[in-house]
């Protein structure tokens, strides 16, 4: 059974393992403790199979005109499980008085299965709203 938790107070361990299981060696192969990630945010929402970090959503933003998706994960395992789901739909409940939700994700082929799940859960690509996303990368 899968528990929910909103909280901050995730071990770097837990977190190491997760987001090298989807492959973002760039937060793994950067940052010495994972935990540091979350002490910001609005939100961190969690899910747990027993002690085993499944899936993770966390948001920045200041709470009242946007709230920024950071981050959403879930284990490969777990995934196509509805987890995911539960995640992003209650990020999107906490945050309705919010003007502005948003998520930025890969725009590539490869990655059009997971655009087309942002969709049916709400999310709107910029090219469907309207308007333009602009970014610098380090």
């Not at 190491?16 to 935990?35: E, P």
């Not at 920045?60 to 995934?79: H, K, T």
């Not at 539960?86 to 309705?96: D, G, R």
């Amino acid at each position: 059974m899968i528990l929910y938790k909103e909280t901050k107070l995730i071990h770097d361990a837990d977190l190491r393992a997760l987001y090298s299981s989807v492959g973002w060696v760039s937060y793994t192969d950067r940052i010495t403790d994972l935990s540091v990630l979350l002490s910001d945010c609005q939100i961190v929402f969690s899910a747990w199979d027993e002690s085993k970090l499944v899936g993770l959503i966390r948001t920045v933003g200041d709470g009242i005109s946007i709230q920024y998706v950071q981050d959403f994960l879930v284990l490969p395992a777990y995934q196509k499980q509805g987890i995911g789901t539960a995640l992003i739909q209650y990020v999107m409940k906490k945050s309705e008085n919010i003007r502005q939700l948003v998520l930025i994700t890969d725009g590539s082929d490869e990655n059009k299965s997971v655009i087309n799940y942002y969709e049916s859960q709400g999310l709107k690509t910029f090219e469907n709203a309207g308007i333009c996303g602009l970014f610098r990368m380090k």
